[in-house]
Nanobody, 122 residues
Framework: QVQLVESGGGLVQPGGSLRLSCAAS????????LSWVRQAPGKGLEWVST????????MYADSVKGRFTISRDNTENTLYLQMNSLKPEDTAVYYC???????????????RGQGTQVTVSS
């Protein structure tokens, strides 16, 4: 059974940083690309970033490029998202997602965790 458990969210001031983690189990972690997606209050899911199986290839939404860094530790079955220079518009519930085998394209039906709340406010 696939399990994805996000952690690391919280309240941070504009300009601050947070590091999100996603602990994965129930599947061969190093065989799947992974993504972070987010959902702001009253809005739909927004793709944030994707990383390939070995961490050599990454993609970012324009809204976070240069501020967020996705990474993974295949020895610990953990996905990370380092978020710097946070803005109020980054406020959202952040989810990690397991992509379908052999693809780096996020789809809405991807398996996600329960999410972790990030609030950027002074």
């Amino acid at each position: 059974q696939v399990q994805l458990v996000e952690s690391g969210g919280g309240l941070v001031q504009p300009g601050g940083s947070l590091r999100l983690s996603c602990a994965a189990s129930g599947f061969l972690f190093n065989r799947y690309a992974l993504s972070w997606v987010r959902q702001a209050p009253g809005k739909g899911l927004e793709w944030v970033s994707t990383i390939n199986t070995v961490g050599a290839s990454t993609m970012y939404a324009d809204s976070v490029k240069g501020r967020f860094t996705i990474s993974r530790d295949n020895t610990e079955n953990t996905l990370y998202l380092q978020m710097n220079s946070l803005k109020p518009e980054d406020t959202a519930v952040y989810y990690c997602a397991k992509l379908k085998f052999g693809t780096m394209q996020y789809h809405l039906d991807a398996v996600r965790g329960q999410g972790t709340q990030v609030t950027v406010s002074s």
